[in-house]
């Protein structure tokens, strides 16, 4: 059984050393904020004599200091209203220990037999944390501007590495029509095509949302578009269509499918309508399932077969050189009804006819 202390003095004693026992500063205040007990933490934290501090008024300490506008707030204002208060933020610069983040809890105690008044005030210094995360957030702010400056420079390069492009694509594509060698027109245009291809790239990564990713159905279209643009004469029309799903692929992966397609489509253009024929098809598709995806360059011409088409040029090799660093395979189907080559990822199965 929990037995009653004898006498008043043996009371403040025990109160004293629970007080002492608390390891966060610690003040006991009567109705006035006249100090009654302080907790050792207490003294050794804000530097002040016991002798100096029992019985006098907490504004009055250290010559003044405790004189904080938030601290007469907290016991002044809330405690009356609230009784008790708890993560209260009080700054303040210390003549001694330097500028102080505390946080305080308050209660007012009331007794039943009496009416006086007793004011428990924990503080707890977070004056630490507060500057380790004033630190982070400049270290956050620093790092956003760098990342800023870094998305301008990158866009700045993107643009200037685009029109770097399209002029060398310019001169090679008027050195071809200056040039008397057919072969050497036609080898010319090829490389015209090779660097548009990339052009393109560089343009999707300059025009979208994010610098690291270009939406892979609209890349394809212009890409098509541009080589039928520029391949493609009246005397022979050829459609060239593109069904990609919806997607976005990196930057890195798209150059390396922007130049396959591009040798396949011009690899179509150039052999597979050896002579005008109605309805001439080249159908560019793109699928993709999770992480996999399939690449298809169809058309509805002559087919290998019927047209004696050497296997290992340039455009063969590039192909063959690509499909290997983005760790895919390829296939070949050429018959009379055309020919498709498909460039897969993984085991992928397609869902879309080939050009017909």
Known sequence: MFQPIANIHDAQTLAQAIVNTITEPFLVLDERFCVLAASRSFYKTFEVDPAQTQGTLLYALGDGQWDIPALRLLLETIIPEKTAMDGFEVEHDFPRIGPRTMLLNARKVLYDHS?????????NDITAR???EREKEE???????LLQQKDVLLREMEHRVANSLQIIASILLLKARSVTSEETRQHLKDAHQRVLSVA?????????????EIDVGSYLSKLCGSLVSSMIGETQPIEVTVAAEDGRIDSHRAVSLGLIVTELVLNAIKYAFPQEKTGARIQVTFETAGSDWKLTVSDNGVGKIANDVPSKGLGTAIVEALVRQLDARVETISDTDGTSVSVTRATFTSRVPRAA
């Open 130 to 132: 507060r500057v380790i």
């Open 200 to 212: 393109e790239v560089q343009r999707h990564l300059h025009t979208s949302i994010g610098v690291d």
């Open 115 to 123: 009416p006086a008044v007793t004011i428990l005030l924990a503080f």
């Open 139 to 145: 270290l956050l702010r620093r790092t956003e501007d």
